[in-house]
């Protein structure tokens, strides 16, 4: 396995994919009864901007760093106040121990998540690298509410579903070394979940190089069978290369009432504050959305 995390921590599609998460743990927590959050690859949970793998790439200097420092940013300087949801994420991280005197370390969506839950939530993380599943246990060694699985996160959903709570979230966030063929695994995986539990949210990750990679996928989410599928995505440059990432997407199957209009200030808000080299583009629809009658 030679993806790992910590090279890309903090960067623009952490900034898209923790929002999301954090909408969406938001409108979980709308109802008073228990969540069981389920992440498929988990990574370490939390990741050091001073080591030397973030110093490598300093990709979190194009990703979060751009949201609290707007002004050393040219054409930034009047990006306005973040609409509330983005202030709450980035108050969250700012609060983290050891981010008291400036950002030092980022927060993997275990983490943002762990810190997010109620007492009794819980939480499953699965992580099949044997580094970055010790690092897991070790990060969450103390906290009743999660367990932590040194194995593969596809499979362990055969298992894992449904989950005692009968609500919650699964996060399908791969590393796609397997690049286009990692999509038809999403979608058996989650073919076979939704059969399991057919009322859970799903929300999966994905890269954008070029976009004919990514249009099968979204067609075949068209016809999963998902009540409703919705779409967020954030470009910071033309989807017409696979030497990069130029964005990256979340969809969220059985997407929970009204995220569309918890997550587009967000969005908009964010774009222009990720533009690279020519203005970022966003987009925020459904895939498929659930007939009024």
Known sequence: MNYRHAYHAGNFADVLKHTV???????????????????????????????????KTGEYKDGIARLLFPDLHQGNANAGTLPPLLRRWLDAI????????GLKLYPGSPLQVANAMRDTDSAQLCELHPEEATRLKELFHH???????HRNGYEA?????????????????PPYE????????????????????????YAVWYPIKLR?????????????????????????????????????GMVILNAPWKLDDALRDSLRAMAPLLSQERPAQWRLDWLVEESAS
């Open 21 to 55: 998460l954090l909408a969406l743990i938001e409108a979980l927590q709308a109802k008073s009864t228990p969540f069981a959050f389920v992440d498929t690859h988990a990574g370490s949970g939390c990741y050091a901007l001073d080591s030397a793998e973030a110093g």
């Open 94 to 101: 700012l609060r983290l121990p050891g981010n008291e005197h």
């Open 143 to 149: 906290d009743h509410r999660v367990h932590v699985h």
């Open 157 to 173: 959903l055969k298992a894992l579903l449904p989950p005692k709570e009968k609500r919650g979230l699964v996060l399908i966030d």
């Open 178 to 201: 397997a690049q286009e063929s990692e999509y038809r695994v999403i979608e058996q995986s989650i073919k076979a979940a939704l059969e399991r539990w057919p009322t859970g949210v």
């Open 212 to 248: 004919s990679q990514v249009q099968p996928f979204h067609r075949w989410l068209q016809r999963c069978g998902a009540r409703r599928v919705l779409r967020a995505e954030l470009l910071v440059h033309p989807d017409d290369s696979p030497l990069r990432l130029n964005g990256s």
